[in-house]
C-alpha cells in the first residue's frame, strides 16, 4: 500500500505565476488535509476536503488559494499569482475518517520558492 | 478555537537521559491526543496517540500522559538515543474539524 504520495517535490516559481501541489492519499483514505510549514514553525491548518466537498477551508487565504479534491484524480492545492511570501513548505496528510480523531498520514510535502 | 502551548521549544539532553515535553490545550473537547515527530527535511509522522478515557500509554521507550482536567498531556521519552533528534509537536483535537498542531519542541540528543 503506497504512502500518500505528493508532486512536485520542489517547485520554483516566479512572482505572478501559478503554482499547483498535487496530493494523491492513501488507498481507502477519503479524507485529505493540506498545512503549510515555514521554517522552524509547526504546521498550520489550510483546507479540509473529503471527495469532491471541502468541509473547511477556514484556514486558507480568501484570494489567489484554492482547492479541490475530485471524484477521480489527486487532490490539487493552487496558487494563484505567487509572492514571496507563499513560499514555504506544503504538506498534504490523509486519514481513513476525520484527522482530528484520527491518525494522519503525511506526504514529503513541496518545496514551494518563489523567486 | 483550540489554544495549543508546548513547553520547552527546545531540549538538550545527553544520551541516555530522560526528555519530557508538556502540552497544554484549551478546548475541553479535545477528546483524541497525538504527538508527532519530524525530522529534519521529512513528513511528521504518528509516534504515539492517546484518548480521553486512557490517563497513560507507553510504547517501549516512549509514554504520554494524560491529564483531562487541568487540560494537559505530556510526552515521555527514555533513554533517549540521537536518531530520537527531531521535532516533536502536539495536535489535541477532536472537538472541531480542524487539528490544531503545537508550534514544535526541538530535541537534541547529544551522543
Known amino acids: 500500500n503506497a504512502g500518500v504520495m505528493q508532486n512536485p517535490r520542489h517547485l520554483v516559481r516566479r512572482r505572478g505565476q501559478e503554482a499547483r501541489l498535487r496530493c494523491s492519499p492513501m488507498?481507502?483514505?477519503?479524507?485529505v488535509y493540506w498545512y503549510r510549514q515555514l521554517p522552524e514553525e509547526g504546521l498550520k491548518f489550510m483546507v479540509y476536503?473529503?471527495?469532491?466537498?471541502?468541509?473547511?477551508e477556514s484556514g486558507m487565504p480568501k484570494e489567489r488559494f484554492s482547492a479541490e479534491f475530485p471524484k477521480e484524480g489527486p487532490s490539487i492545492l493552487r496558487i494563484q499569482q505567487v509572492v514571496r511570501g507563499d513560499s514555504a513548505a506544503y504538506f498534504c496528510?490523509?486519514?481513513?475518517?476525520?484527522?482530528?480523531?484520527?491518525?494522519?498520514?503525511f506526504g514529503p510535502g513541496t518545496r514551494l520558492t518563489v523567486l | 478555537g483550540e489554544n495549543v502551548e508546548q513547553h520547552p521549544s527546545t531540549l538538550s539532553v545527553q544520551e541516555g537521559d530522560s526528555a519530557v515535553i508538556k502540552c497544554t490545550y484549551s478546548?475541553?473537547?479535545?477528546?483524541?491526543f497525538p504527538w508527532y515527530k519530524q525530522e529534519l527535511g521529512k513528513r511528521p509522522q504518528l509516534i504515539i496517540d492517546?484518548?480521553?478515557?486512557?490517563g497513560e500509554k507507553k510504547d517501549q521507550r516512549i509514554a504520554v500522559t494524560l491529564n483531562k482536567t487541568a487540560k494537559h498531556f505530556s510526552l515521555h521519552i527514555t533513554e533517549t538515543q540521537p536518531e530520537d533528534s527531531a521535532v516533536y509537536f502536539c495536535?489535541?483535537?477532536?472537538?472541531?474539524?480542524?487539528?490544531?498542531f503545537g508550534r514544535g519542541t526541538s530535541l537534541i540528543v547529544h551522543p
Open positions: 496528510a490523509s486519514s481513513p475518517g476525520q484527522g482530528s480523531r484520527n491518525e494522519q498520514f
Open positions: 488507498k481507502g483514505h477519503s479524507h
Open positions: 476536503l473529503q471527495k469532491e466537498n471541502i468541509i473547511d
Open positions: 478546548d475541553s473537547a479535545s477528546n483524541y
Open positions: 492517546i484518548r480521553s478515557n486512557v
Open positions: 495536535v489535541p483535537s477532536g472537538g472541531s474539524y480542524i487539528p490544531t
